[in-house]
């Protein structure tokens, strides 16, 4: 719990102070916008961190986190229709794409939850994996038009959508990678028979 304390308070403390103290976004607005973002930076930094247990430690550690990160992903999309339009300046189409990779990610959060104690570990960690990537895209269609501008970025501090996207990124490389080291233990290339190995000689 406590981890999941600490995850909360300090993406909480992120999003505060770049929306509201740097930012200028009004303080009447912050227990709805701000606190949505604060819920979904809170659902992939868990995310991340129950990847990272997973590969780390041979227990089951990380399903505390990953049921904590469901509860936040779904206060997260359950809160976004009510105002999204008040709280990202991006296209309808952009916003509509967002969204459907918002919901695709939270039934993938989810499927992968009901199976993450009866499968392979690697395999848990693949599809966790594919669930960051996919919040990290659902970030990208928010916020990539502010990413390449520094001086625009309230107090200099990173677009909570460039770091989900970076994180989500980074879990998919890892994704790759475990996906290889799965195949390889499970499937390994077949040697050539004997009799194939005289004949070429």
Same mark, same amino acid.
């Given at each position: 719990?406590? &981890? ?80 999204? $339009?008040?709280?990202?300046?991006? &296209? ?15 039934? &993938?959060?989810?499927? !992968? ?18 669930? !960051? ?11 990539? &038009? ?28 890892? !994704? ?8 390889? @233990? $499970?499937?390994?290339?077949? @040697?050539?028979?004997? @009799? ?6």
């Amino acid at each position: 719990m406590k &981890s999941i304390f600490f995850t909360l308070t300090a993406s909480t403390a992120y999003v505060t102070m770049r929306n509201n103290v740097f930012g200028g976004l009004p303080w009447n607005i912050w227990p709805t916008i701000t606190l949505n973002n604060a819920f979904a930076f809170t659902a992939l930094v868990l995310i991340v961190i129950s990847i990272i247990q997973m590969r780390l430690s041979n227990t089951n550690s990380f399903v505390k986190n990953i049921y904590a990160a469901c509860v936040f992903a779904t206060l997260h999309l359950g809160m976004v229709p009510c105002f999204s $339009h008040l709280s990202y300046n991006t &296209s309808p189409i952009a916003l509509f794409i967002s969204m459907g990779l918002g919901f695709l990610s939270l039934f &993938s959060l989810y499927f !992968a939850t009901a199976w993450c104690n009866d499968i392979d570990k690697k395999v848990s960690f693949v599809l966790f994996s594919l669930v !960051a990537f996919v919040i990290g895209l659902h970030s990208l269609f928010l916020g990539f &038009s502010s990413w390449f501008v520094p001086s625009k970025w309230p107090g200099m501090m990173p677009p909570i959508s460039l770091i989900s996207f970076l994180m989500g990124y980074s879990a998919f490389v890892a !994704a790759c990678y475990m996906t290889r080291v799965f195949w390889a @233990e $499970h499937f390994p290339p077949k @040697e050539p028979k004997a @009799e194939y190995r005289r004949s070429r000689r």
